[in-house]
């Protein structure tokens, strides 16, 4: 009976590390794996043990089970030590595993003599085969090297009361909890003498909480919550939390915004009335009742912008928690700042001309235009091609019937066309200028271009022109650089999230750019040009928008010809 209940137990410990090997988790924690590995070792030693015919082969189980109350503690306490955020050096590694393994080779050549076990005797019970031993002059090491788990343990325990540190509590109590249970059995075990040993009970148990656990952690890590690129973003603080306020983790970025955040206890809610609950509580009422999705605090001298959104990470598509990103606009507020300065003003004296306004406006647009023009010498005419291409293109959308284009659309987005890389105004010369490959701090730079488009467009043009345009204008300026398979930027949109507006004006966009000269290239050919726009129709770009380049591309070449 015994011999099956420890060989169900096996099963459930092997099945333990079956279910969280297929999780494929990114991060693994080698610590964890140790354990969860060495638990059906350990209950294997007991299985086995109980259908020992020989005292020699209950020994050699018993240099199995022995891996419990050596290896896994040292491992344990490593755990714990690691959870209480404490430094683990080498040697101190060294030490522990060495004693631990120093010790189970004591165990290992004392199989055939009687200095580690004095006399052993097997018993048959009916339910499996027990033992029963007298100890050997070498047990005592045994009890030394357990006494002095014991007291690393309470130690390390007596700290996590005297200093509260911002590590989960959940998980430092399950360690230890399970670990004092699984010493109390022991001890009572070895007094009372019994027959057989509840400890396999207890180490299944253990492995599945402590999978769980891990699985819980592993799921509110930072590192899962965020995409590869967004994970190595330098620029973005990223925050989350469980649906109850619970405080789950954080990158490094985020301290720099918010320092306390170095003091908050992982599993706990933020403190009431904190400037902290004020920002993250109030953004997730605020998400909750659809009302806005974002917010603006002061850090010092630095403007942050936090957004918040819902993460799903689980196969059953539930949602676990809010993900907070924070970054610094402090420079985009100040090109706001001026702008919306220069808007008011500008409004206040020729408010009642609206028609001499949009006229004055529209030269101002085409000024900066020109002007980012100049200093690029990358896009000589860029401006004034790429708005006659985004003509032809339109007119053949519309010949052909892919999407309903009315006229007043369409002259929204030819309108707009001209102001796609406003942003390029604030980007230094050296990156704006670079001749050669930018590195990629320079191309992080540079992507920022996109947003301060949309930021910039948005400032002139509110207030000043029709909503229907200044929506256009916005998506054109922002959005021309997003990608359909969700690998653009700034917002890694997909399909058909990206705007027709953007779709289009990044075709006329790319298109241009590939056939014009360039400083650090030449024209290109058009045949070459056109099998590379048509062959990243469906990545790219938009699919749908493979028949209208294909319709137009005759006209387009045409168009470049006479240009030259």
């Not at 619970?246 to 599993?267: A, G, M, R, T």
């Not at 235009?369 to 708005?387: F, L, P, Q």
Request: glycine letters at 6%; proline letters at 2%; charged letters at 20%.
């Amino acid at each position: 009976m015994v011999t099956w209940i420890y060989g169900v137990l096996l099963a459930v410990s092997i099945l333990v590390i079956m279910y969280m090997a297929q999780k494929n988790y990114e991060n693994i924690d080698t610590q964890y794996w140790t354990i969860v590995v060495l638990v059906p070792m350990v209950v294997l030693g007991y299985w086995l043990k109980t259908q020992a015919e020989t005292v020699e082969a209950a020994k050699i189980c018993f240099s199995y089970i022995y891996l419990d109350s050596t290896v896994l503690l040292t491992i344990v306490i490593f755990c714990i030590m690691r959870f209480m955020g404490l430094r683990i050096y080498p040697w101190q590694k060294i030490l522990g595993y060495g004693t631990a393994f120093l010790h189970m080779l004591l165990i290992w050549v004392c199989v055939r003599n009687n200095l580690y076990y004095g006399t052993m005797t097997l018993i048959d019970t009916g339910n499996g085969i027990a033992t029963k031993m007298t100890p050997g002059p070498l047990k005592i090491i045994h009890w030394i090297y357990l006494a002095v788990v014991l007291v690393i343990i309470g130690a390390l325990m007596a700290k996590a009361l005297i200093k509260r540190g911002t590590y989960s509590r959940r998980t430092l109590m399950l360690y230890s909890i399970l670990t004092g249970i699984g010493l109390v059995c022991y001890l009572l075990e070895t007094l009372l003498d019994v027959d057989f040993s509840v400890l396999p009970f207890v180490y299944v148990v253990a492995d599945i909480l402590i999978a769980l656990n891990y699985d819980h952690a592993h799921t509110h890590d930072i590192a899962c919550l965020i995409s590869e690129q967004q994970k190595y973003h330098g620029t973005k603080g990223y925050v989350a939390f469980d649906l109850n306020g619970c405080y789950l983790s954080c990158n490094e970025k985020i301290y720099e915004y918010l320092p306390e955040l170095k003091e908050q206890v992982v599993d706990a809610k933020l403190p009431e009335n904190s400037r902290l609950a004020d920002i993250f509580y109030t953004l997730i009422e605020n998400h909750k009742n659809n009302v806005k999705h974002h917010r603006k605090f002061q850090a010092g001298d630095v403007v942050c912008r936090c957004e918040i959104s819902e993460f799903t990470i689980r196969k059953d598509g539930n949602v676990q928690g809010y993900l907070f990103d924070v970054r610094d606009v402090t420079e985009e507020e100040h090109v706001l700042s001026v702008m919306k300065d220069y808007n008011e003003t500008l409004n206040t004296e020729v408010f009642e001309k609206t028609e001499n306004i949009r006229a004055i406006q529209e030269k101002i647009v085409l000024g900066l235009a020109n002007m980012i023009e100049n200093r690029d010498n990358n896009t000589g005419g860029h401006v004034k091609r790429t708005s006659d291409v985004i003509k032809i293109l339109v007119k053949e959308i519309q010949k052909q019937g892919i999407y309903e284009i009315s006229d007043t659309y369409a002259k929204d987005i030819v309108r707009a066309a001209p102001m796609h890389d406003l942003g390029k105004i604030s980007i230094e010369n050296s990156i704006l200028l670079k001749p050669g490959k930018l590195t990629d701090e320079e191309y992080a730079v540079m992507k920022t271009h996109a947003a301060k488009s949309g930021e910039i467009v948005k400032i002139i043009l509110q207030d000043v022109e029709e909503e229907h345009f200044v929506k256009v204008a916005y998506n054109v300026a922002r959005y021309h650089h997003e990608r359909w398979d969700g690998r653009g930027y700034p917002e890694g949109l997909v399909g058909d999230m990206i705007p027709l507006e953007a779709r289009i004006m990044a075709v006329a966009d790319v298109y241009d750019a590939l056939v014009s000269a360039r400083c650090y290239k030449g024209a290109g050919n058009y045949e070459d040009v056109a099998n590379t726009m048509m062959d990243n129709m469906g990545n790219q770009f938009d699919p749908k928008l493979l028949p209208v380049f294909i319709g137009c591309r005759s006209e387009l070449e045409t168009y470049y010809q006479q240009s030259k």
